[in-house]
């Protein structure tokens, strides 16, 4: 008798298998068959639902940039979203070590990038209207602003924490996220 194979699960497992990979060794190792090895699936098996390697990669990144999108739009202020976007635990820490190897990669894939200005529209949205929350009269180039002040700090932190994970760890993180979210407001002018 043939054994049913959950599609959805199948994608989820194979997605799972290109995290750990990017995680471990980076965007270059990832191929059909490194994946499915990782998996523990024969190529074929892969090959049923991606029949290139570019779109397993596009597929994967979707999938995580989904996953980190929701995560921010799910929460009520501003310092909660920005927590999303640091690796406080182990796994925001492998989800946005893939995400950030993929926004990497989309400066010079194409395929990636759609995937990419998708995921920087979503999220920088939820920010924004926590920022519009804090500034209910500033124009729209303002909250532009600073919600682009707060998404590069939470980048700019993430990096730092996935390299430097040694002393910055998450209780320095929240610091800056609080510190940088208590700025919130007008800009003085120049």
């Known amino acids: 008798m043939p054994r049913f194979v959950d599609a959805a699960a199948r994608r989820r497992e ?4 290109v995290k750990r990979i990017v995680a471990a060794d980076g965007l270059a190792r990832v191929s059909l068959r490194e ?3 990782e998996a523990g699936l024969v ?8 029949e290139t390697a570019e779109e397993l990669r596009v597929y994967a990144f979707s999938a995580v940039a989904e996953a980190v999108a929701e995560r921010v739009e799910t929460q009520d202020d501003v310092v909660a ?3 999303q976007l640091l690796p406080l635990d182990e796994e925001r820490a492998v989800d946005l070590c893939v995400f950030t190897a993929f926004r990497l990669a989309a ?3 194409p395929a990636l990038l759609p995937v990419a200005d998708a995921a920087h529209a979503r999220v ?12 209910p009269g500033a124009d729209r180039e303002q909250l532009v602003a600073e ?5 590069a700090t939470a980048d700019g932190l993430a990096l730092h924490a996935l ?8 209780d320095l993180c929240l610091a800056v996220v609080r510190a940088q979210a208590a700025t919130i407001g007008p800009s003085p002018t120049l």
């Open 14 to 17: 194979i997605v799972e298998a």
């Open 35 to 37: 994946v499915a090895g």
């Open 43 to 50: 190529v074929g098996s892969v090959r049923h639902y991606f």
């Open 81 to 83: 979203q920005l927590c």
């Open 107 to 109: 400066r010079t894939d």
């Open 124 to 135: 920088a949205s939820a920010i924004g209207g926590s920022v519009l929350d804090a500034m």
């Open 147 to 151: 919600a682009e002040r707060l998404l």
């Open 163 to 170: 390299v430097h994970g040694r002393w910055l760890d998450a």
